[in-house]
C-alpha cells in the first residue's frame, strides 16, 4: 500500500503562482510513476502531467510552458510549480502514484485562481 500527502494548495490571484507537493510512503519500488490531475467543477478529471522515476516527463498542452513538474527520489516527492495562473487553472488537484499495476491517489487539495 502506498499513502499520499498533498499541499500546497489556495488561492491566488490570474498570473500568479502557486507550487504543490505530494510525498508517498508505503512499499515503494523503484519504478513509479507520479502526477498531477485535475478536476474542474462538472468537468472530467484530466491529467496535467507527469514524471517517471527515470525522469521523463509529459505535460498536457494547457499548461506547457506555464507549469513544471519535478521529483526528488529520496523523499519520494512529486511537485508542480505552476506559473501564470489562470481562472480556467481552477480544480481540485489529486496527485498520483502508479507502481506495478497499481494506482493510488491523494486526497486533492483546491487550487482557485481569481480573474
Known amino acids: 500500500q502506498v499513502q499520499l500527502v498533498e499541499s500546497g494548495g489556495g488561492l491566488v490571484q490570474a498570473g500568479g503562482s502557486l507550487r504543490l507537493s505530494c510525498a508517498a510512503s508505503g512499499t515503494i519500488f523503484s519504478i513509479n510513476v507520479m502526477g498531477w490531475y485535475r478536476q474542474a467543477p462538472g468537468k472530467q478529471r484530466e491529467l496535467v502531467a507527469y514524471v517517471t522515476s527515470g525522469g521523463m516527463t509529459n505535460y498536457a498542452d494547457s499548461v506547457k510552458g506555464r507549469f513544471t513538474i519535478s521529483r526528488d527520489n529520496a523523499k519520494n516527492t512529486v511537485y508542480l510549480q505552476m506559473n501564470s495562473l489562470k481562472p480556467e487553472d481552477t480544480a481540485v488537484y489529486y496527485c498520483?502514484?502508479?507502481?506495478?499495476?497499481?494506482?493510488?491517489w491523494g486526497q486533492g487539495t483546491q487550487v482557485t485562481v481569481s480573474s
Open positions: 498520483k502514484f502508479a507502481q506495478q499495476l497499481s494506482a493510488y
